[in-house]
């Protein structure tokens, strides 16, 4: 089963460098580690994956609005937030071959519990009484270095003209939320928003993970989809369970299935946690964090009051009261759900004596969803009208236009790009002005006339 999910792993890697989805970074300079880029279908996808976020959170609802705060922020948010200090994740190295790794990690490996949260002595506690179980995952050796506390935030030098800035640093920013916490009072006095209400973002993040090994599930540069709800603090619960129930009904939305996402409860709270969940999904290396859901209490807004100085008390104008908010957020990154998209839609199919790969996204994520296709390539007629039906269409859907080859390697090759729809202009077409429309997952095929393909596709795809 273990190596039937790693060959699943392998197999989805392999797919997305081929047909163009992820690129590993600098290949050409020998790579550039824990960092990728999206082709051209990966940014479809992940673009796919934003729209559908941003619709779910803002679009469809009344009381979120977004934001776009800045990457590069003042170091003071970063300290009053408690990153510079805590955000950290316990860090050994192999004494024989020098690989880092994460040691909470290297003890969930041999089923031992520990959590990024413990502190140092904690968990080197634990270690120490392991050791002889925890073997190097890259050469096999068995001595370590004790635990560390190892920093995550990215420092850069931006805008220190002084000359040693390891001194006085700025972070790219570690998380998205800290830019939606400092601009609260904004958003606040510029929407007409008032309690509860929420703000979304979607942007990147960076951070020094020690181990990165899992494709694009950990990177160091990856981007967040986040939304933090301000509510009254005796609402707390009322507001966290209704998240909890909307974030894993937009997954059932994705199509995923129920068996492949669990959820998991947070153990050890930091201290100003009420509650925290996260909705796991099953990679081909076992359930991971996909999303977190936290109760927050109103730490983020305090400190960030405390630090500048700002008053961040709301005023309900009804009763007169006066409170700091609390927060419930919910935070995703796109690389994950990237991924358990990807995880999810891929099947190897034998259809008809042959055999094929294809990737059943739904038609929302699909980053291609029609491809026209002139039967042949050398008969102008033929080209010259599929592309007229490819200029029409594609003023409204994302279309692919494709006279390479004959039409069973075209469809293969939209089979592996996920493409719903393949829509072919041959002889016949010239006569009763039909071409035909083949479905990616059943492959059947349909005659449909050409002056109904738009009401064709724009039902077929919603
Ligand atoms: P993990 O325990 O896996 O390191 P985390 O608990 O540190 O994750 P959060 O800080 O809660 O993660 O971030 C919220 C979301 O951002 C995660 O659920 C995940 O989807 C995404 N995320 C966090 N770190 C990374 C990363 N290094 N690469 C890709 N996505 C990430």
Redesign the pocket.
């Known amino acids: 089963m273990k190596k039937e999910k790693n060959d699943l792993m392998e197999k989805i890697i392999s797919l997305t460098k081929r047909r163009g989805f992820v690129f590993p970074s600098s290949e050409i300079y020998g790579g550039f580690a824990?960092v990728y880029d999206l082709g051209p279908y990966g940014v479809e996808l992940a673009n796919n994956i934003k729209k559908e976020w941003w619709r779910s959170m803002t679009q469809l609802r009344d009381n979120v609005v977004g934001l776009d705060s800045a990457i590069f922020m003042s170091p003071k948010i970063w300290e009053a937030s408690g990153h510079v200090k805590g955000f950290s994740?316990p860090l050994t190295e192999c004494r024989k071959c020098h690989t880092r790794l994460r040691l909470d990690t290297l003890l969930e490996e041999i089923d031992v519990l520990a959590d990024?949260k413990m502190s140092e002595e904690e968990i080197n506690k634990i270690f120490d009484a392991n050791r002889e179980k925890i073997k190097c995952p890259s050469c096999g050796a068995k001595d370590f270095t004790s635990g560390r506390s190892f920093n995550l935030l990215v420092q850069s030098n931006l805008g220190n003209f002084t000359g040693d800035w390891t001194k006085e640093p700025v972070y790219l920013r570690g998380?998205t939320c800290q830019g939606i916490y400092v601009n609260y009072k904004n958003v606040l006095d510029s929407a007409r928003v008032r309690i509860p209400f929420g703000i979304a973002q979607i942007g990147k993040?960076f951070?020094n993970?020690i181990t990165?090994r899992q494709f694009?599930?950990?990177?160091?540069e990856?981007e967040?989809m986040?939304m933090q709800y301000f509510i009254h603090p005796d609402k707390t619960k009322e507001a966290y369970n209704y998240w909890r129930e909307a974030r894993w009904q937009f997954y059932l939305d994705l199509g995923f299935k129920p068996e492949n996402l669990k959820w998991h409860q947070h153990e050890n709270l930091v201290f100003y946690a009420k509650e925290a969940y996260?909705i796991e999904y099953n990679f081909p290396f076992g359930f991971?964090?996909?999303?977190?859901i936290?109760a927050r209490g109103d730490y983020d807004l305090t400190q960030h009051a405390k630090s500048s100085g700002q008053n961040f008390e709301y005023l309900d104008t009804i009763s007169g009261e006066k409170f700091v908010p609390n927060i419930v957020e919910t935070?995703?990154?796109v690389?994950?759900?990237f991924l358990a998209a990807l995880c999810e839609a891929y099947r190897e199919e034998n259809i008809g004596g042959d055999e094929r790969i294809v990737l059943a996204l739904p038609p929302r994520l699909a980053p291609i969803k029609i491809a026209v296709f002139p039967l042949l390539k050398n008969k102008p007629d033929l080209v010259v009208r599929a592309e007229e039906i490819y200029h029409s269409l594609r003023q409204k859907f994302r279309c692919e236009f494709d006279d390479n080859g004959n039409i069973g390697k075209r469809y293969r090759r939209q089979d592996e790009i996920g493409t719903p729809f393949c829509l072919t202009f041959d002889f016949d077409s010239l006569d009763d002005a039909m071409v035909t429309v083949r479905e990616r997952d059943s492959a059947t095929q349909e005659r449909v006339k050409i002056s109904d393909l738009d009401n064709y596709f724009s039902s077929r795809l919603s």
Do not use: C, P
């Open positions: 824990a994740d990024e998380e993040a951070r993970e990165a694009i599930f950990r990177t160091r990856f967040q986040e996260d991971k964090e996909l999303e977190g936290h935070s995703v990154g690389g994950r759900t």
